[in-house]
């Protein structure tokens, strides 16, 4: 147990930080691609193609291209995340799968001050499937169902969980909103208790908008995340100015984590290829996350 409670205090000082989740799940908090975590991680109504599936189901749509994406995220003490993702449409439903893993790896066990008397890796996996489903006009709602998996030294658990979403396109003139409750459900026991979820919900809002004449297009998003183990309230806000359909800038601010609050990144869009990478920097001295990642649309 003491093996399990190092690694649950390694993951406080940085997922716990990221997330404001005070759960032993919080890498599924981590964030699918780029474009939203520089956006203040608003993929509840920013979330675009086979990311869209990670934050909002609902906001999965048969009439967007099939698209794949790679997510690659580092972070401190050697925290390692990784994502793949796909959307695609059968039978005119819209589908996304995606797959998660998160590893630390040698991480030093010591009893007393001194040598480490061992070392050991620590691994968490998440794979699902989601739909949408257009109810009338621009309103679809969506669902996800996930199996998530942790190994802490000789200790494993699984789980069943679930995502619920709502989205509404193009209210009117260029606003759009979102809404999720995320990771319902439960892991069996990891040797005597089961790892909470990190449950929470999410509402966004976006405004789209042109300015031809300097050949741009901008996105201006706000929205709020509530963590059901927490009693704080997180407040989101972001832009991104996109510039001839070639290169984005973004930026983002979230309101109640201790370490973080400003977001930023930047992308490429080259044909069919897009490169995206957001900078996420923290205080008190726990370093910087880096993502990077690349789709490709069919």
Request: proline letters at 3%.
């Amino acid at each position: 147990m003491k093996k399990t409670l190092l690694v649950l205090f390694i993951l406080s000082i940085n997922l716990f930080c990221q997330t404001g989740g005070k759960t032993g799940l919080s890498f599924l908090e981590l964030g699918f691609g780029a474009r939203n975590t520089a956006l203040a991680d608003l993929g509840v109504i920013t979330g675009k193609g086979a990311s869209a599936q990670i934050y909002n189901p609902a906001l999965l749509d048969a009439d967007n291209s099939p698209q794949i994406v790679f997510n690659h995220q580092t972070l401190l003490f050697d925290v390692s995340n990784q994502m793949i993702g796909c959307n695609f449409a059968l039978w005119n439903i819209p589908f996304a799968a995606a797959v998660q893993t998160t590893s630390i790896n040698d991480i030093e066990v010591r009893l007393t001050p001194g040598d480490p008397i061992s070392k050991f890796n620590a691994h968490y996996f998440m794979g699902s499937i989601s739909t949408g489903y257009r109810i009338f006009g621009g309103f679809s709602a969506g669902i996800t169902m996930k199996y998530i998996y942790e190994e802490l030294f000789t200790d494993n658990s699984n789980g069943i969980a679930f995502d619920f979403g709502l989205s509404y396109k193009n209210l009117f003139n260029g606003f759009n909103i979102g809404a999720s409750y995320r990771h319902l459900g439960s892991m069996n026991n990891l040797r005597n208790e089961a790892s909470p979820l990190p449950e929470n919900f999410r509402l966004g809002t976006s405004y789209n908008f042109s300015a031809d004449n300097i050949y741009s297009d901008f996105t201006i998003a706000c929205g709020y995340l509530k963590y059901n183990s927490s009693n704080d309230n997180h407040f989101q806000a972001a832009g991104e100015i996109v510039i001839k359909h070639f290169l984005s800038v973004r930026g983002g601010y979230i309101t109640g984590f201790d370490s973080k609050s400003l977001t930023a990144g930047a992308g490429i869009c080259w044909g069919r290829f897009n490169f995206d990478y957001s900078f996420i920097p923290y205080k008190y001295d726990l370093g910087n996350s880096h993502t990077v990642s690349v789709s490709y649309d069919f």
